[in-house]
């Protein structure tokens, strides 16, 4: 069993940046690839960033590629996502997921363990 728990999140105007935290306690986390999804008011919950579990293969979502950052820190049991130039579009509900021995999947259903989610909010 793997428990995920997200931190970072907050209120932070357009043009700004927030970085995300997903710590994972349990399994060794070196075999998980992690994943970022987001879900906003209304909506359907999103991909938004992944890693696979060797560190070498990222992926973003169209809207926040080239604003986004994943990293992982096998050391440290922590993903990361570092976002910036923020929109208001990006206002969401963030959750981490993991996904044993994952190579960072851009649909939430090959991951098997989620956190708790946190709030990102943008204004304009």
């Known amino acids: 069993q793997v428990q995920l728990g997200e931190s970072g999140g907050g209120l932070v105007q357009a043009g700004g940046s927030l970085r995300l935290s997903c710590a994972a306690s349990g399994r060794p986390f070196s075999r998980y690839g992690m994943g970022w999804f987001r879900q906003a008011p209304g909506k359907e919950r999103e991909f938004v960033a992944s890693?696979?579990?060797?560190?070498?293969?990222?992926y973003y979502a169209d809207s926040v590629k080239g604003r986004f950052t994943i990293s992982k820190d096998n050391a440290k049991n922590t993903v990361y996502l570092q976002m910036n130039n923020l929109k208001p579009e990006d206002t969401a509900d963030y959750y981490c997921?993991?996904?044993?021995?994952?190579?960072?999947?851009?649909?939430?259903?090959?991951?098997?363990?989620w956190g708790q989610g946190i709030q990102v909010i943008v204004s304009s």
């Open positions: 890693i696979g579990w060797h560190g070498d293969n990222t």
């Open positions: 997921a993991a996904e044993v021995l994952g190579s960072g999947s851009v649909v939430a259903g090959p991951y098997d363990y």
